[in-house]
């Protein structure tokens, strides 16, 4: 077994309950709120109907549920299909060091097992935790994006992880799944890039769906590569150098699940400060009253959501969320960014595509250099008088130097589960949640979504 697959079973096996602190379960309780809120405001999206049907076509024994609507099926399309919602509106939390990605898309995997298990909410949390510090620690070994390799190979890797833990697997079985899962799910970051599809949003819950499957299978005997991350033809190869685990969440190293990024607004992370410096212009000069917006970013946020013609010809959803200018545009005209403005109508809006057509973007080589430490945007615009107005922001709220308070992760769970759960019911599933780790029974818990 090469060093970083037994660094990591080893780890995932062996970790307790007692051995996480205050601040851990608090951010991942943190993380919870936010997640069920994304989840529940991509309900009624075609995607999450697409899965939702298939979920329809099997159930397992025992089964597990859709949140929400509570549809038997199998835990693998459980999975699948609520880590869908929780990815689709591209609101959930983002966790970065080398290779970004957003370690929420795991949950479901963890949650899907837990609940035929009908584990305890103590021990769904250690799970939990288990498959964050897994994504942490790959996020900070390996950088796939440089190499074409996209970032749901990492949410695949942390939910194979978390639902060896939630199954109680020994160290040996857990590097089974991690291995089958780490050989088997090395996918294409095409799948963000050019005018995006609806698997912009699928990628990262297939990842959750394979990872668990895989430790299903590790569970029942099923081996792996002893040497997938140093082996002659391992990921050592494909990245051009040699994965080397970072120090994980306990025995006096800090945990990670309160250092990840939380979304704001329902858009690519690197929208977020544009979008806050957008409505502090907006305070300046009208929309209608821009001749031209220049926007000055780093390179990662220039490749990722500010160039390529397609940015400009904004005519679908998945696209919408990864363009700079829609966002923009659609955040200055609107005084603000929520999932209605994603609609084809709103997007197609005269007066949005008019300011987007005003729109540049530039690489900023300041801003570039000082990425990933410090998160910043300068937005200079001149209005039809010929006045110049500039704003500059740093570390947009959200960030994780800029975080949410505890308060405004509920306002944004409210917001977007206004349309699936009743305010009494969104009060229950909050009270749930941020009492996680007291429930008996998951059950109880996913009971609690469904009003």
């Known amino acids: ?15 307790t309950y007692n051995e ?22 991509a309900l009624h999206n075609e995607p999450v109907d697409i899965a939702r049907a298939l979920s329809r076509q099997v159930t397992g024994i025992p089964p597990a549920t859709i949140w929400f609507t509570g549809e038997p099926t199998t835990p693998e399309m459980a999975a699948y299909t609520n880590a869908l919602m ?32 009908h584990a305890s909410g103590r021990d769904t949390m250690l799970a939990l935790v288990t498959t964050y510090e897994v994504f942490a620690a790959l996020s900070a070994m390996e950088d796939l994006g440089t190499h074409g390799i996209d970032h749901s190979l990492h949410v ?3 939910a194979a992880a978390g639902t060896a833990k939630m199954m109680g697997l020994s160290e040996e079985q857990t590097a089974n799944a991690i291995s089958l899962t780490l050989t088997a ?6 799948a963000r890039e050019g005018r995006l599809s609806m698997w912009k949003g699928g990628a ?29 033809s391992s990921m050592r190869v494909v990245l051009g150098e040699e994965p080397t685990v970072p120090p994980l969440g306990g025995r006096d190293q800090p945990f990670h699940t309160d250092k990840t990024n939380f979304k704001f607004f329902p858009a690519e992370l690197h929208g977020q400060a544009p979008i806050w410096a957008a409505l502090e212009l907006r305070e300046k000069v009208a929309p209608e009253n821009i001749e031209a917006l220049s926007v000055y970013t780093y390179q990662f946020a220039y490749k990722e959501i500010g160039s390529g013609q397609e940015r400009w010809d904004v005519t679908d959803r998945e696209t919408a969320d990864h363009s700079l200018p829609f966002l923009l545009a659609t955040s200055l005209i609107s005084g603000g960014l929520k999932p209605e403005q994603f609609e084809l109508d709103r997007i197609m809006d005269p007066a949005v595509q008019g300011l987007i057509s005003r729109i540049s973007v530039h690489e900023d080589p300041a801003l570039t250099a000082n990425y990933p430490g410090v998160i910043a945007t ?6 039809r008088q010929g006045q110049h107005h500039v704003v500059a922001l740093e570390h947009p709220k959200g960030n994780v130097k800029n975080p949410l308070i505890d308060g405004e992760v509920e306002q944004k769970f409210r917001q977007f589960a206004s ?5 009494d019911a969104q009060d229950k599933v909050l009270d749930a949640l941020w009492h996680f780790e007291e429930a008996k029974d998951v059950v109880d818990v996913l009971a609690a979504l469904r009003g």
């Open 1 to 15: 077994m090469d060093k970083p697959l037994e660094a990591l079973s080893a780890y995932a096996a062996s970790l």
């Open 20 to 41: 996480l602190p205050e601040e851990a379960l608090h951010g991942m309780k943190r993380c919870l709120v936010d997640s069920f809120g994304c989840a529940a405001g």
């Open 86 to 117: 929780i990815r689709y509106l591209d609101c959930n939390d983002t966790f970065r060091v080398r290779e970004g990605g957003h370690p929420s898309d795991a949950i479901p995997a963890v949650f899907a097992l837990a609940e035929t298990m």
């Open 156 to 158: 695949a890797v942390a």
């Open 185 to 190: 799910n090395v996918c294409l970051r095409v």
């Open 204 to 232: 990262g819950p297939n990842g959750t769906r394979n990872g668990m499957f895989a430790a299903q299978l590790a569970a029942l005997g099923m081996t792996g590569p002893e040497e997938p991350f140093l082996g002659s």
């Open 378 to 383: 300068r937005l200079e615009a001149t209005d």
């Open 419 to 423: 349309d699936a759960l009743s305010p």
